[in-house]
């Protein structure tokens, strides 16, 4: 099964930026619950880290494309340096005014330290492309990737959770701006495998972002970052509430674990269904694993809850990568892709934002309906998006 990665992993050049990619974007499981974790202990309010949080988190959805679109016209490595200078500030500021500031200050502080973290996946992938394009081997790296992006949600939540409960509640935030920078740093200095920038006068028509084709996708992914969102601040609360709040960590690993799991073999699967049905499939089979969520009673059954709801996850994520990439322009892939981490990192920002109040006046287990809910809107999405797509093409085309 490992055989097929080790031979994407051969390509010059590929391990390390894969590698130091990884390191930059372990923060996208700490950054969120890093906040959660800190404000909560400085103001003892869900709801008020969950704002904190969802506007670090939106700030973060809106500036990916757009810092995307920026390293397919000016190279990755002349986007990151003064992107990541910026973002060290941002959050430093953040961490120095979390304890003392009103809420006002912290959202501010906290949005512009989410609008400067570029989207290290989105770039790792379309780096992968630019090795793999139009061959079996990019469905490996995409998995391969999608298998790190879970080992990513396995390690993160158990550090923040052990460096806020266990050193100080701020800690994992520290942490967080020391890998993105550092781990970015170095992901910039890989300049043998960077895509070739392409200005914007050499774009053509035929560089669109097609409205039709990735529209459906992008939303059904907002409605998954909405499953991630609320799934993260209610564990928190739900571990809290049990006494065993240092449990959150571990808890929302073994979600990861699961998806890592699954995306492990599906990246080692020759597949005769195509991606659009694959991603369909894993739509439903996200909401069905969600329903037990609100019904759950000891810490140790969420967690096998958990686990199973994981598996759904990375086959889902991977059929949506390859679909995107067959749908966008070369010279605009990694905007493309940055597409779903926007549609992601916003709907987190709205699962944060939502489940916060609603754990706060209902109790945790209510909280997880948002999930659940969320889970019923991205299989209803996915369907009726699929539809749409099928239909004849009118005449004209919007653009993202």
Do not use: K
Request: net charge positive.
């Amino acid at each position: 099964m490992l055989r097929r990665y080790v031979e994407v992993l051969r390509a010059p050049g590929a391990l390390a930026f894969s590698a130091s990619g990884l390191t930059a974007r372990l923060t996208m499981s700490m950054f969120g619950i890093s906040i959660v974790l800190a404000v909560s202990a400085e103001t003892g309010s869900y709801g008020r880290a969950g704002l904190v949080a969802g506007a670090a988190l939106l700030a973060q959805a809106v500036a990916v494309p757009l810092l995307a679109r920026a390293a397919d016209r000016l190279g990755q490595r002349r986007m990151l340096r003064p992107v990541l200078s910026l973002h060290a500030a941002c959050l430093g500021a953040f961490i120095v005014v979390v304890g003392v500031a009103p809420v006002g200050v912290l959202v501010g502080t906290a949005a512009l330290a989410g609008a400067t973290i570029p989207s290290f996946g989105s770039m790792v992938r379309a780096r992968w492309a630019r090795l793999y394009g139009g061959t079996p081997r990019l469905h490996t790296a995409y998995a391969f990737e999608s298998v790190l992006d879970e080992v990513v949600f396995v390690v993160g939540p158990v550090v923040a959770t052990v460096l806020a409960t266990s050193l100080h509640p701020r800690s994992g935030l520290v942490a967080t701006l020391l890998l993105t920078v550092g781990g970015g740093l170095v992901f910039a200095a890989q300049r043998r495998t960077e895509p070739t920038p392409t200005p914007r006068q050499h774009h053509l028509d035929g560089d669109r972002l097609r409205t039709r084709s990735l529209g459906w996708i992008v939303l059904t992914f907002a409605f998954m970052g909405v499953i991630f969102g609320s799934v993260e601040v209610v564990t928190v609360a739900f571990t809290d509430a049990a006494g065993v709040i240092q449990a959150s960590g571990p808890v929302l690993a073994v979600y990861a674990f699961g998806s890592m799991l699954s995306g492990l073999v599906v990246g080692s699967v020759h597949w005769r269904t195509g991606p659009r049905g694959r991603f369909l499939a894993g739509q439903a089979a996200m909401a069905a694993t969600l329903l037990p969520l609100p019904f759950v009673g000891p810490v140790w059954l969420l967690a096998v809850v958990m686990f199973v709801a994981g598996l759904a996850i990375s086959p889902t994520i991977i059929a949506g990568f390859s679909l995107v990439e067959s749908e966008a322009p070369a010279s605009r892939l990694t905007e493309g892709l940055a597409w779903i981490s926007t549609a992601l990192n916003a709907g987190v920002a709205v699962g944060a934002a939502v489940s916060g109040p609603v754990v706060d006046r209902f109790g945790p287990s209510t909280g997880y309906l948002v999930a659940v809910t969320a889970g019923l809107l991205t299989m209803a999405a996915g369907a009726v998006g699929h539809r749409r797509r099928a239909a004849p093409l009118p005449s004209a085309t919007g653009s993202l």
